[in-house]
DNA sequence: CAGTCGCATTGACATCTGTCGATGTATCGA
DNA sequence: TCGATACATCGACAGATGTCAATGCGACTG
């Protein structure tokens, strides 16, 4: 993987992107992107979703496979896809994996995009 | 088209979205889907970022097709995406066809899926 | 230890997507 | 009126994507 990862970690003392009020250059367009396509699903915008909403906060394949009506497989590989993306993140306990949102990521995509 | 547009046009007293804290259906997903997978694509995301830090606040396809270095056709059909999906909107002034940045559609989208 | 359960990976397939060249359509200028 | 300019649309094509059934792999349970 070649992640850049300049979106995620910015300097604290900077207030948005590095270089202020710029057009975002195709380096940063492609991280940006790249967190954008993940959502760009209806599948996976519902599973996170569904997550985020669980009461615990995290939830497991199996627990996810029926609310989207979609094989196990699926939900497995939409789900990796977030956590590719910095949107998920992965616990295994036991014989289950765990899942959490990570909304940071779309919060910087997001505010690259309009630093407004 | 079958836009639903259920995620623009939010009544005013509502400060998020209408069922509060539940988790988006099909419906809302496919939505807010559209408009991440608008975003889902570097090229796209350049143009909309040189758009909105283009001085005027507006640009034609043929100041952009340059910068990202794609052909005139491409970037008319990213440009005809992103209208699509409401994040730019297009006003022709004689020859030209001038676009402007919309991020509301964004925001209100960020919103729909992270309440927060 | 054998069986079951939860999940990831693989392979295959139909569909979608990004890209281009060619062409069509207004609009402006000479 | 004729040519040039700016843009959209069309047709085509390679590559990416979403989906499934089948399989593999750990972890728990009896």
Known sequence: MTTSATL???PVDACCA?????ALDA???EDV???????????RVRLL????ASPTGEACICDLTAPVGLSQPTVSHHMKQLVDAGLA????????????ANFTALTASSRALNPA
């Open 33 to 43: 992107a790249k967190v954008f396509k993940a959502l760009g699903d209806p599948t």
């Open 8 to 10: 995620l970690l910015q």
């Open 49 to 52: 979703s569904l997550i985020a």
């Open 27 to 29: 380096s940063q367009a």
């Open 89 to 100: 993140v992965r616990e295994q306990r036991g014989k289950w994996a765990y899942y959490r």
């Open 18 to 22: 590095p270089a202020g009020e710029d």
